[in-house]
């Protein structure tokens, strides 16, 4: 199966710099502990009316624990006797209110280790039938469902860095002890109003490399294959 993605006038025989966290050790890159919680994450792609690519992304409720306000994919925890493909789609019905028709599955990217919530996140991809009805999504855990055209991955003004701070907690500091912060750059993707950054702005990357890399260009069209199954497609670091 393949789909065809329509450029804008950006040079499309660009490599695309991949995205690396600011800080790689045990944030991302660095190697999970030891009892770390197993989450899957539903990157679908679907055609819209207008014939455009879109991945469905949600803006996280500003009342959870964690990510609050950040803009993420639907997931969550792959819970006992679930596999990821079937944590990843039903994590999809519950945050989105529809349950993804599923026209090809489409493999895995590599997995992403989360510190802030302490996740191993498998991305699974899927290409899925345009909604056949409007969005419902859970009020608790979703503000708002994004649909993010793929074209926008490619952009060079799409690709930023956002600025980061973050308190530094130290378990032997005293109590009295002058708070010390850590600043950093994470790679992000600036979209509109909003800012698409840390885990989610890794995966739609590694999203986009492939997709370049199996890509056949002319004439301001690209040809797109799937993703083979069962493979993982590791970022060129």
Known sequence: MTFTITFDNHRRDQRLCPMQPGLAYGRHRGPAP?????ASVAVCV???QNDDWVVPLTRRSTAIRHHAGQICFPGGKIERGENAEQAALREFEEELGLRP??????????????????????????VIEPPDADWKPDPVEVAEVLLLPITELYRPESRVAKRLKRKVISKTASTDAVPRFLEFTAP???WG?????GATA????????HLLE????????CQ???LPRNRQFPLAM
């Open 214 to 221: 199996k890509a056949g260009c002319g004439s301001g069209h």
């Open 101 to 126: 028709r599923v026209r090809e599955r489409s493999g895995k990217l590599s997995r992403q280790y989360v510190y802030a919530s302490d996740n191993l996140v498998e991305p699974m991809v899927f």
């Open 46 to 48: 679907y055609q819209n």
């Open 188 to 190: 992000a993707f600036k």
């Open 193 to 197: 109003e909003y800012r698409i950054w």
């Open 202 to 209: 890794i995966i739609l990357d590694e999203l986009a490399q």
């Open 34 to 38: 030891a009892g770390v919680r197993r």
């Open 224 to 226: 797109f294959g799937t």
